[in-house]
């Protein structure tokens, strides 16, 4: 394939046929340019819909204790029901199928200081799977982890906008903050994409919560995640089936709806993902009606290239240009201006997605994005089928007689 | 390609001997342009045999053509035929491009064929910046550059005016004059006459055949 005389000669030809060239080129490189455009706008629209729907995982379920509403098995009612830690650990040993992190919140709300800043923040004491659970992305430092636990540290994760207020431009990693009247030393700095009000959490351990709040056993909220691998129907029994046990396990009446609250995002989840996956065939769409468009383009310029170019080939051909020669001229020009140009259009394409970044937020567009697989493989799909746009009508001049080429004058 | 045939040639038999300057005449029609294209290979002949140095000329498919175009033939057009965005060395070379001879050296022998048409100042020049007449000297050199056994010219100087005319059979005859085969296509008596030899068609039958008395075109020019 590599023959230098040969490429020699397709460079001076290229050179020497600028505005063939520039066509060519310019439909190929526009193709792939407003595919990648087209798609990347898509996939911002979906950005911004997974923003509003899908923030914290999908694949979770919250049990929150209640007060029961009905007397049973001796119990009074208006009976105020706890969770404590062997709760979490009953859910791991019976439910170890449909368990993938189980954490606890307890949730309160403190006054937060830092030298001279102070302002009041909600804490969450949770064990390390709840950054699982909220999608929690660590800007600096760490979570908390089982050492934490195990040795009930005084160790806390900050928000990025509580960084923001108490340390201004400072680093807090490695610095003591007052937490209500205790002092914690910040090991890692998180954002979330859920919004302001989700980077003014705090989470600490909950062992450590515990210990301060008179070594007890209380962990408020219990946060399961499941396998997704369960299902959407899998999701729902396994909530029936969790609701009973605890139902039982506290005493509680099977038909009080109070006692114990459990929520599950799946049955809103289902709405959210059709339409998601209705967005995605809509991308998908703009993004093949394109491609299909670049195709007939590039097939049209090629025919065009060809017949330009018939009485060249004639007087190529007299000249003892065997077929096989001139298919393969046609073929090494085209694919290498299709190539070249169309990754021109590729980078551009990404160069203007990455400069529309956060600007059309506006219109529901956030960080319009294409992933180089899907751009790769949509040039070189444009360049095979210019290739094979080229190579039809090379073929068909390439067997035209010579005397026939040169008498189309 | 048409989808009606034709017969135009309705038995032809002549040879040719090694060194000869011929003269194919005839009116429009008379099947000229087809038998140079039959002995140039670019068309074929329905049945009979055309024999080229010992080598009998059959069963071609594009590719043997093409390849025995580039060893034993060279073509001078009406037209000139030049590739218009080649240089004048470009154009000459493109034959030797074909039978793979490497660059530098095919560059040498192209400017070694345009100096003994005269042109070498106008090596880097393109053919739209060339007269008629040097157009013409430099599809002679082109055709000459591939050391053919024989030379076609179909028309040579049908494009240019008389005295034009007459310098570049005053070049085919000194190419000739070196021992090379040439075969001219002409409908006009003064250029038949530069020949050695005039062989008239007429509905695509020879009717006369004779070999004459050459006129020089440098006495004209």
Redesign the interface.
Known sequence: MFNKDRWIEIFETIGKNKLRTFLSGFTVALGIFIFIILFGLGNGLKNTFQEFFLDDASNVIYLQPGKTSMPYKGFKSNREIEFKNEDMEDIKENFPMFTEYVTPRITRSALVRYKNENNSYTTRAVAPGHQFVEKTILMKGRYINQIDLDKKTKNAVIGRLVAKDLFKSEDPIGKYINLGETAFKVIGVFQDDGGDNEERFIFIPYTTRQLIEKNNDKIGQIIITFPKEIGHVGAIAFEKTLKKYFKNKKSIDPEDPNGIFIRNPTDNLRDTQSFAIGLQIIVSFVGLGTLIAGIIGISNIMVFVVKERTKELGIRKALGATPKSVIQMILQESVFITTISGYIGLFLGIIVLENIGLKLEEYFIKNPYIDLGTSIAATIILILFGAIAGYIPAKRASSIKPIVALRDE | ?GSSSLHVLKGINFNIQEGELVAIMGSSGSGKSTLL?IL?M??VADEGEYILDDIPIKNLN??KA??Y???FLG?V?Q?F???N??SAL?NVS??L????I??KERQAIALHYLESVGLKDWATHLPSELSGGQKQRVAIA?AMA?RPKVLLADEPTGALDTKTSYEVMDLIQKINQEGKTILVVTHELDIAKMCKRIVQLKDGVIIKDENINQVLASEHV
């Open positions: 390609m294209n140039g670019l068309d594009e590719t093409a390849n175009r580039n060893k073509f057009f037209s035929n030049l590739i965005y080649k470009e493109l034959p491009y074909y039978q793979k490497p660059r082109r591939s």
